[in-house]
């Protein structure tokens, strides 16, 4: 399985500078993706260790697993019902997150 050793976090918007992108998959701040009203974030990594700068954040949920974070991201404070979509080669705002298995 693709993601079984991948964790994702949401947090405050305003801890971003935290975050050491060295560390998470996502490159910047200007690939993280913000919920719709722009007060959260969320950033993942591969293994079982949280990265020491997540670990430093005071304003997290988590860690999820693929499954957990799918399930969040589907409700109304990360996408409207009228523009969900997470095909980012239509929407580079809204992520592909792909079934495991499928890419």
């Known amino acids: 399985m693709r993601f079984e ?3 994702w976090i949401v947090f405050d918007y305003s801890e ?12 910047s701040i200007n690939t993280v993706r913000k919920s719709l009203d722009g007060t959260q974030v969320f950033v993942k990594w591969e293994g ?6 997540v670990a430093g954040l005071s304003t997290y949920s ?7 974070i799918k399930e969040i991201l589907s409700n109304s404070d990360w996408h409207s019902s009228d523009s969900f979509d997470f095909d980012s080669t239509n929407n580079p705002d809204r992520p ?3 079934e ?3 890419e």
């Open 48 to 53: 079982d260790t949280t990265p020491a700068s």
């Open 96 to 98: 592909h997150i792909p």
């Open 100 to 102: 495991p298995g499928t």
């Open 5 to 7: 050793n991948r964790h």
């Open 62 to 68: 988590g860690p999820y697993n693929h499954t957990q």
């Open 16 to 27: 971003i500078s935290k975050i050491n992108f060295e560390e998470v998959c996502e490159y």
